[in-house]
């Protein structure tokens, strides 16, 4: 009795301890807004922009729980510039079979790591392909509907493979291993993400003072 008591004792432990490492990742973060990433090479971050661009999330959502960007290629990765994907024929040209989305430009810049929503030369013809920025590329500004941005594991979209020439279309791409809401992960963010809120990314920080004894 007493053995089967420290046991469960035990186990009850193990349970709040795991539940208390996710609370402090989550920080009571709605993880609907954040999306993993996966490559051959790590995985990624993003943070979605629901109040930008509520249609253009909500398709990528749809999409991603459909487990539409799994395997798909980066087809086109310009040195300097961005890394696209989101094409199943992986040409440029294909799509998903939902209707094209109507732009809904807002104000985030293009700076490293925004991805933003790719679309031919009608600003209402973004579907399911999107491109993620290396480095900033302000002339986009205001031109394709952002709707997240890479907040951890840049890095790894650094090693994605650059395409030929000004088209940079690749030969043996790489590819998006998984993608995955992180409310639907059963893999708890290993990080604090509340430092990626829209609004609190750029809140002070409490310091904790060391304990004096």
């Known amino acids: ?54 249609k253009h999330v909500e398709r990528v959502k749809k999409l991603v729980r459909e487990g539409f960007y799994d395997g798909l290629v980066f087809h086109r990765v310009i040195h300097g510039f961005m890394a696209q994907t989101g094409d199943p024929t992986g040409t440029g040209t294909g799509g998903s079979d939902y209707p094209d989305l109507r732009a809904e430009f807002n104000n985030v810049l293009y700076n490293r790591g925004v991805i933003g929503a790719a679309r031919t030369q009608n600003p209402h013809s973004a579907n399911s392909q999107f491109f993620i920025t290396f480095q900033a590329s302000h002339f986009l500004n205001g031109q394709y509907t952002v709707w997240g941005k890479v907040v951890k594991g840049m890095e790894f979209i650094d090693k994605i493979k650059r395409g030929r020439g000004q088209s940079g279309m690749v030969d043996n791409p790489d590819k998006i291993v998984k993608m995955q809401v992180v409310a639907d992960s059963k893999e708890a963010p290993s990080i604090d993400l509340r430092q990626f809120v829209p609004g609190l990314e750029n809140a002070p920080r409490k310091k904790i003072l060391p304990r004096i004894e």
């Open 1 to 54: 009795m007493i053995k089967s008591f420290v046991i469960s004792a035990l186990l009850l432990m193990i349970s709040v301890t795991q539940a208390s490492a996710q609370s402090t990742a989550t920080g009571g973060v709605d993880l609907e807004n954040f999306l993993y990433l996966d490559t051959k090479y790590g995985r990624s971050i993003i943070v979605l922009y629901p109040k930008k661009a509520p």
